[in-house]
Nanobody, 126 residues
Framework: QVHLVESGGGVVQAGNSLRLSCVGS????????MAWFRQAPGKEREFVAA????????KYADSVKGRFIISRDNDKHTLYLRMDNLSPNDTDVYYC???????????????????WGQGTQVTVSS
């Protein structure tokens, strides 16, 4: 079983930054790619960013490209999402997630993931 715990969400004004963290436990953290998704009430869960197991490869949704950076520290079993130049459109609950198997590169669809954190709320005011 994999346990994921996010933190770092909050309320910020547009144009400001936040860094989300996700601490994982329960298996070899460095063996699996991971991702961040986000979801607003009544909407589908949306891909934000993904990173390979060693951090060499990343992928971003077009809506966050150039503003968000995904990274990981395998020694600390922690996944990060640095979010800059936030806008009200980024207001969502953010989830970190891990798959149950080791893909060559982590997928960008939520159905491919088995383990999810509880989510952390990000609210951006205009």
């Amino acid at each position: 079983q994999v346990h994921l715990v996010e933190s770092g969400g909050g309320v910020v004004q547009a144009g400001n930054s936040l860094r989300l963290s996700c601490v994982g436990s329960g298996r070899v953290f460095s063996s699996y790619g991971m991702a961040w998704f986000r979801q607003a009430p009544g909407k589908e869960r949306e891909f934000v960013a993904a990173i390979s197991s060693r951090g060499a490869t990343t992928k971003y949704a077009d809506s966050v490209k150039g503003r968000f950076i995904i990274s990981r520290d395998n020694d600390k079993h922690t996944l990060y999402l640095r979010m800059d130049n936030l806008s009200p459109n980024d207001t969502d609950v953010y989830y970190c997630t891990a798959p149950s198997k080791a893909y060559i590169f982590p997928p960008t669809v939520p159905t491919a993931y088995e383990f999810w954190g509880q989510g952390t709320q990000v609210t951006v005011s205009s």
